[in-house]
């Protein structure tokens, strides 16, 4: 009679273990600069701007007016951005425009102008204000700028329950005339 020979031991639990570590590390170091993007100085020099912004910055041609962009960054809960375009001097005022702006926002958004301020940045001039965004469910800091050629939308967008007054000032206070 033969004896069967003595079942080995795995010694798998060790690796597994190490390979666990590494995975739960590099999800880490994935998903921590998701949740809390690095805040970054991005400079446009078409824009003739500079601002604080999160994360990675897009830019796109705008359609509300000549020679325009908007900048965007998603991050998580939140989206900002930058507009910009050069409007036709026959409109009027560069308040005039502030204005009119202000008035389609809160009736395209389904929302009330809240804690309006009058801003100034460099020769631009305007209005900042927190609106609770009805129809899209978001809350938002808008800070609308004119100077005598240009219009300057910077908004800072939170979803509903989401938003850090914190954040929204920390961009909107950032922005700068070159």
């Known amino acids: 009679m033969t004896e069967a020979a003595p079942k080995r031991r795995s010694n798998r639990l060790p690796l597994l273990i190490v390979v666990l570590v590494v995975l739960v590390a590099g999800l880490v170091a994935v998903v921590l600069p998701a949740l809390n993007p690095s805040w970054n100085t991005y400079s446009s020099d078409a824009g003739k701007f500079s601002v604080l912004i999160p994360g990675t910055v897009e830019e ?3 359609t509300a007016g000549q020679n325009g962009k908007t900048l965007t960054t998603n991050v998580p809960n939140a989206r900002y951005s ?3 375009f050069d409007f ?3 409109i009027g005022s560069g ?5 009119a702006m202000q008035s389609t926002l809160e009736g395209s958004l389904g929302g009330k102008a809240e804690n309006l301020k009058d801003v100034k940045v460099g020769e631009a001039s305007g209005v900042q204000f927190k609106i609770d965004e009805t129809k899209v469910n978001q809350q938002a800091l808008v800070t609308l700028l004119a100077t005598k050629t ?4 910077i ?3 939170f979803a509903t ?3 850090s007054q914190a954040d929204a000032e920390k961009f909107a206070n ?4 070159k």
């Open 82 to 84: 930058i507009t910009y």
């Open 150 to 153: 240009r219009m300057y939308i």
């Open 161 to 163: 329950g989401k938003y």
């Open 95 to 99: 308040a005039d425009y502030v204005s």
């Open 174 to 177: 950032s922005f700068a005339l």
């Open 60 to 62: 796109k041609d705008s």
């Open 88 to 90: 036709p001097t026959s």
């Open 155 to 157: 908004s800072a967008e």
